[in-house]
């Protein structure tokens, strides 16, 4: 049985760059995440620096980018606008650059995102019981969404099971 020190010694030496490439054709990172990854491997702070500083110039690692990228792949999965923010911010993510992907949020699909989360959370429940509708409006408020959404989509979800009762 090989231990972890026999298998990292088997791996070929390479550069940061080298490093940095490989790990992007896995998956998109932010700077800060690719640096911290640089350096949880061994590599020195600057030259960890150079590499994502050489990657930004040639336009693999563009944080604008990723953080679009990013609050359309979390919005389409459910996510709320505070809950991306607070994602963006722990991917070291700048404020401006969260500001812009969230600007491309649009109220209206966010709505019906809200709304899709909501009937999944439902599942047969009675939306009617008390229990239920705080349970279903927290469940929304800790994916993100705002309260004033919050309470919209619940109304418009009792709108929706009332008509549905009165036409049955």
Known sequence: MTTLRQKQ???PKSSARSYALWLLSRRAYSSQALLQRLRGRGYAAEEAQDAVLYLQE???VNDEVYA???VNWRSQAGNG??????????????ED?????LAS???????QQAMVVARRKLRGRDL????VRLSV???LLQRGYGYELVEEVVAKLLACLDSEEQNS
């Open 97 to 101: 650059e969260i500001e812009g992907a």
């Open 128 to 131: 009617g019981d008390d229990k």
């Open 9 to 11: 010694n088997r791996r």
């Open 58 to 60: 040639v336009g693999y």
């Open 137 to 139: 409006m927290r469940f």
């Open 105 to 111: 949020l649009d109220d209206e699909e966010l709505k």
């Open 81 to 94: 606008p505070r809950k991306l923010r607070y994602e963006l911010k722990g991917k070291g993510i700048g």
């Open 68 to 70: 679009h990228d990013f």
